[in-house]
């Protein structure tokens, strides 16, 4: 049997009145890269804050390695936040030494990537945005983490670095490590074996990309002038998006689209819904009406 | 603001006769001994959407600066309508924090010329789509990163500039806040502005009519995203398992499955190349991800064509 690292069961989260995480159930097993996929305030930074033991539940449970948040527990986890938590007036080394003292002894098997080596001696401020990266990464892998968790890491990175970190990311869960991931890039999300997409504090979808788009369909709008067309869907409150010169109109029938552009002349098919399409239509159905 | 407003907006365009192309020719900016663009070419047409694509340090903010005429040329031609014509956001938020949203939009108005009944009638239908309507009286600076890029688009928008530069409108913003700023973007193209998105997001630039590959200040590729990824030089093979040592330099990671790119020439292991390989794997067509996967790597891997010194550049080469 796979071992489960992190466990939530109804875990619930309140501030004052407000439920930033609404009885959340889920488990990540060693081994598996995880997506967590939600808009801002859903609730996805709350639960990571509860995961890493900075945050206690109001109610519910959350348990790592099979037992409650603790010192001894954050121990066994990397942590990469989106401003990368390092000191940025201390230099690579430095940074490195720190973060072994505070996890608790050398581990001296633990390689630094060669990329950074030339650069261990520079401040961190100094250097690029990428090597400040990698030296993040390198921090948060050092004391070798049952559990790494990732607050949006390829922000603003090319195509080929996102794909050598997601090569580190491989490797660690290779190792046995499992990795909780967020992202703002639904393309992205297809590297992860598991998604979990949060709404309003809730899970509103669970499972692999595939499982999540289902058969949802979209409406696609092809037409000599794409402007028309967009103006009368638009003004019909459907929500539309432009491809090209093509219009897809997600979570509408063929009739509500046709409806909408009144006789101009227009040739509507069918497509599969992406993962973002459909992203969008689970989170609004939660959505207050704006 | 309704659709016959906007093909106003259009008509008066067409009638003032500056329906015409912007872009830059060949262009070439160096600061100092630092070259951070080195002849690049790009085209803005009115009514189409154009992306510039790279990771951080590419040159894409010296290149959407220039176009918008915030950063001096070194070389080369820029073509751009009278500045009072153009909505530029910078890469920051481009608003102002300790204004009001209210403020910022009426001062951004203001300083364009627009007078204060057309600027609130075209605001208040953007901002009521976009979920700012509430925040009006709501300072910059306290908004949430993605609806302060959001006002900034608005901002830039305010006054139907012909030309619209905007520096990476959506990163680090939610998906939810992008797809309104999407919507935005789509509404000044479908008013007949000429449209300049930066982003490192690939998926935004797949939805565009053209896309500009920069990297280390080079222009690596340029065309609709169709023609990108037909132009992939070589093959693109999807491999089981690892890949080889010889092929680890050009190869990836995509989708938990390994993707390797066999230059033009190269010996593709495996008995049938054009077709799908026992131990070579599978020939599969490139994606935009890929294309650009590919042009980078064919940079990386031919050090000679870098520029000296151009950005910071280690983002996307150090390995």
New interface residues.
Partial sequence: MTEVLAECVNATRRFGSFTAVDQVSMKIEAGEIVGL?????AGKTTLIRMLLGLLPVSEGEVRLFGRPPSRQTRHEIGYVP?GLGIYADLTVAENLQFSRGVYGGPRQDYDAP??LRPFASAVVRD?????Q??AAFAEALAHRPKLLILD?PT???????R??L??TV?RTTDEGAAVLITT????ES??C?RLIVMAQGQVVAAGSAAEIVGQARVIVVQSDS??SA???L??AGL?V?????TLRVPQASRADVANALAGLPCRLTEAPATL?ER??EL??AR?PA? | M??AQ??DG?RRRAASGTDREWGTRDLSVRFGKRTALDHVTLRAAP?Q?GAV??????GKSTLLGCLAGAVAASQGEVQRPPAARVGYLPSGSGVYPDLTVAENLAFRASVYGVSSAVAGQRVTGLL??T?LASARQRLAGQL???MRKKLGVVAAMVHEPELLVLD?PT?????????DV?WLI??A??EGAAVIVST????EA????SVLVL?HGRQLAAG??AEIMAGVPGALRAIRGRPQEDEQPRA?????QWRVWDPPGACAPGPARGGAGRDGGSVIQPDL?DA??VA??GS?LRPADRVEGA??????G??
């Fill in positions: 996929l939600g808009a801002n305030g989106q060669a990329a250097l690029p945005l990428g090597l990266r990698r949006e922000s603003g990175m090319d195509p080929l670095a794909a050598r997601w090569e491989q703002h890039y639904m393309e297809q590297e074996g794409w402007v967009f103006r009368a638009d003004a929500p998006a432009l491809v090209g010169t973002e992203f969008f989170v609004r959505e704006r | 309704t659709a906007r093909a259009a009514g959407i694509v790279g990771g951080d340090g590419a009521e789509r979920g949430s990163g993605g990476e990163t680090g913003v939610d998906p939810v806040s992008r797809a999407w789509i509404i193209a479908s490192s997001y690939l998926d797949e939805r565009t009519a990297s609709t995203p990836w990671l995509r989708a938990g991800d650009v996967t980078e790597l990386e950005g910071p550049g280690l983002a996307g150090a390995r």
